[in-house]
């Protein structure tokens, strides 16, 4: 039988997945000669065995294109949602699936989802690889994630443009972005763009201290500020809530675990609405008018950058590479200048914050912007 491989997208989308989907693509057919299918809409679409086959110019005129031509989607392959209610383990069926095609190896393209999907997928003896995608950069193993480039790049002109107005009108705008739970995003979009306040969920903030580092810019002759929110910033007081929750939850065992579960989650949407509180809660304090921005999925959306394409690129060819050599159950990371085959089993389940002696925490210390703490 001829080498088959198999690709699938799954979790949020990401510029760059159709550059990476091209580049396992082209380099297992044209350097190894191997027979490539796509699963549709994720781990969903290769339960369900539905797939299309590429030939070389399938696989043409999508470097550029934003999104995923295959389609993705959130189902977990152990917990897979029947649609009544019911959740079950559907990896035995997509091992057959796996096998009726005589997949050599099945590439998942995504994030820390993704990550333990896969390792799930390991477990019952299907041969998996997968490449690093999410624009929050939050996957442990990898120095970069594909999609992070191209957000930053739309936040920080979204930020530049909101300055203008934030100028004009003397007011406090506060800029939320996303990244999950970590601060890659917003920090990395913040400094680029010159915010005044940057706040990151690894960091915990103090309103009265953003409201004083305002008042403060105000005294000093600067009528307006930017703040720069990830989606997933806390402040202090809610960070002490959170804890006790998951510490709970850590400790309780079936039916009070479960319910401590259900309080964490809604505990979490609720901060969700978090940005337009501390909006309002910084107009009090400070008597400056506050507008908040939501830049939420256009920061995904649309054309990759030359560095995500580049970057998906040669990971891509990597995972060709390591295929052919008969490596799977791994991550293939993007290592300074080079790609490294790293355990799923080290990358599942761990999430990469931003680590508090970074660089880009330093150099916002050192140029006066605020981190709420
Ligand atoms: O993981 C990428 C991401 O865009 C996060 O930044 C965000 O929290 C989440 O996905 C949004 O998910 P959804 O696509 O379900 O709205």
């Not at 201290?209 to 105000?218: K, M, P």
Request: glycine share 12%; proline share 3%.
């Amino acid at each position: 039988m001829a080498r088959t491989i198999g690709i699938l997208t799954a979790g949020g989308d990401s510029p760059g997945l159709n550059a990476a989907i091209r580049a396992v693509g082209k380099a297992a057919q044209r350097a190894y000669g191997m027979h490539v299918i796509g699963f549709r809409d994720g781990f969903m679409g290769l339960m369900q065995n539905r797939y299309v086959r590429f030939n070389q110019n399938s696989l043409s005129g999508i470097l550029t294109r934003g999104g995923t031509i295959l389609g993705t989607s959130r189902a977990k392959v152990d917990k897979m949602d029947m649609g009544d209610g019911r959740r079950m383990d559907m990896r035995p069926l997509m091992r057959s699936v796996a096998e009726e095609h005589g997949l050599e190896a099945l590439v998942c393209l995504g994030g820390n989802g993704t990550m333990k999907n896969a390792l799930k997928l390991a477990d019952v003896g299907i041969p998996v690889l997968t490449l690093p995608k999410t624009i929050d950069n939050d996957v442990a193993g990898t120095d970069i994630t594909f999609g992070f480039d191209t957000a930053m790049n739309i936040a920080t002109e979204a930020i530049d443009r909101v300055h203008s107005t934030a100028h004009s009108h003397h007011r406090i705008m506060v800029v939320e972005l996303m990244g999950h739970n970590v601060g890659w995003l917003a920090l990395g979009a913040g400094l680029a763009a010159g915010a005044d306040v940057i706040l990151i969920p690894e960091i915990p903030y103090d309103t009265h201290e953003i409201a004083a580092s305002i008042a403060a810019r105000r005294a000093a002759g600067s009528s307006f500020s930017i703040v720069a929110v990830a989606e997933g910033a806390i402040s202090r007081e809610d960070a002490s809530v959170r804890e006790d929750l998951e510490q709970n939850r850590s400790e309780a065992k079936g039916e009070e675990r479960e319910e401590l579960k259900r309080r964490l989650k809604d505990f979490d949407t609720t901060r969700a609405g978090g940005t337009a509180v501390l909006s309002s809660k910084l107009e009090e304090l400070t008597g400056l008018e506050s507008r908040v921005t939501i830049l939420g999925h256009v920061q995904r959306g649309g054309t990759p950058s030359p560095a995500d394409r580049l970057l998906a690129t040669r990971l891509g060819v990597a995972c060709a590479d390591y295929i052919a050599e008969g490596t799977h159950g791994v991550l293939v990371a993007a290592r300074g200048r080079g790609t490294e085959a790293v355990p799923l089993k080290q990358v599942a389940g761990q999430t990469k914050s931003v680590p508090l002696d970074h660089p880009w925490i330093g150099a916002a210390r050192h140029l006066g912007i605020a981190l709420g703490d």
